[in-house]
């Protein structure tokens, strides 16, 4: 058994380079700090000189404002601070829904565009040049308008089934009472997304060792969709719901989504879709043909060739560029306050307003957007180190 090699010490001199670089490093990053206490320092000395208040005290002072939509409890007699979560959750909201909605939106228009259905590849093409090239504020207002100009009245609202109905008071949809039960059929559901993984990751071993393709997609929707069902048994099989009711001169029960939330949600999706749409497209134009004639020689249909052969090898071009659009659509979410949707810019608006803390409140709303971003981009950082294709 051969000995280990001794560990190589660090040569801690002026010759060492490993000794500079973090010497610049630790000049750069005091440089750094001491411009940014050299900045807020002066703002508070010129802030006290013309008698302007400074601080983050005021967030527990009573809002006294009214917010229009909230996912949380709020009245105007709690803190700015109750009232600045609360729009920050609605930029969430958006965020959230937005991404997982445009990431759909755009796989299938940016796959539309290789199809050989030449009436599908000409919409997927007049999709991407219209919305891509009209600014997203313009699409924002027009969906606005759509919702708050073409749409019916509540009285006469478009409705399916008597369950949802859609108004210039938005959309409304069925919603069940909250019960214990719900509780075991979230749990039930995350227990089968873990059945769901660990097939995914059989699946995938015994296709690299014997070419084998399973069906990965119905193992693990059958686990989800089964064990939440389970966990709702267990919990006492709860079955209330809330439904929408049209009356005289509104929809009431059930869940509603506002005009403004729709208008935000569908203009950010369609307009990123757009974009997302190009970036899927010039992925899968980056794989050469040669593997693709390398799939067919192996009797891979043309599913299976997207499936299993281009989109795991175009993903690394793709992921990259992705990440930048969902920064993009995080970002101009903070565009719905031209359209009056509650948004953390909006509530810090009105907040800056009433209080005079103009510093502070800029300061939230870039701390909110910096921090969405840069959880974002750590999220999509290390799914693209799990998809790289891993070379010699």
């Known amino acids: 058994m051969s000995a280990r090699a001794p560990k190589k010490k660090r040569e801690w001199s002026w010759r060492s380079r490993a000794a500079r670089g973090l010497l610049y490093q630790a000049v750069a990053l005091l440089a750094i700090a001491g411009g940014i206490w050299f900045l807020a320092h002066n703002t508070q000395e010129n802030m006290q000189v013309r008698g302007i208040q400074s601080g983050f005290d005021f967030l527990g002072q009573a809002a006294g404002f009214d917010i229009g939509e909230t996912m949380i409890a709020y009245d105007p007699s709690q803190s700015y601070g109750r009232a600045i979560w609360v729009g920050v959750l609605n930029t969430l909201r958006v965020a959230v829904i937005g991404i997982v909605l445009t990431t759909l939106v755009g796989v299938l228009v940016g796959v539309g565009r290789f199809s050989r259905n030449a009436l599908v590849r000409g919409l997927c093409y007049g999709y991407v040049e219209l919305f891509r090239n009209v600014p997203i504020l313009l699409q924002l207002l027009m969906w606005y308008l759509f919702f708050v100009e073409v749409l019916p009245p509540p009285q006469a609202a478009w409705n399916v089934g008597d369950l949802f109905f859609l108004s210039k008071g938005g959309f409304s949809f069925p919603l069940p009472v909250w019960a214990a039960g719900h509780g075991w059929m979230a749990a039930g559901a995350l227990a089968g997304l873990a059945v769901g993984w660990w097939w995914r990751r059989r699946a995938q071993r015994l296709f690299e060792l014997t070419g084998q393709d399973r069906n990965r997609w119905a193992v693990p929707l059958a686990a989800v969709f089964g064990l939440a069902i389970v966990g709702w048994a267990a919990g006492g099989a709860p079955s209330e719901w809330s439904l929408p009711e049209q009356l005289a001169f509104m929809v009431d029960g059930g869940a509603a989504a506002t005009p403004e939330f729709m208008a935000v949600l569908i203009g950010l999706v369609m307009y990123t879709a757009a974009f997302v749409a190009e970036v899927v497209r010039g992925g899968i134009q980056s794989v050469s043909h040669g593997q693709t004639e390398a799939a067919s020689a192996l009797g891979l249909s043309r599913r299976q060739q997207m499936r299993l052969v281009v989109l795991p090898q175009a993903l690394r071009v793709i992921i990259p560029p992705l990440t930048n659009q969902y920064l993009n659509l995080t970002k101009n979410s ?25 510093v502070e409140c800029i300061a939230i709303i870039m701390l909110v957007y910096l921090s969405t971003s840069l959880g974002t981009s750590l999220l999509m950082n290390w799914y693209n180190k799990r998809v790289a294709i891993k070379e010699r």
Do not use: E, F
């Not at 903070?334 to 103009?358: E, F, H, K, M």
């Open 334 to 358: 903070s565009l719905a306050v031209a359209i009056g949707y509650p948004d953390v810019v909006s509530i810090a608006n009105t907040t800056l307003n009433q209080s005079g803390r103009a």
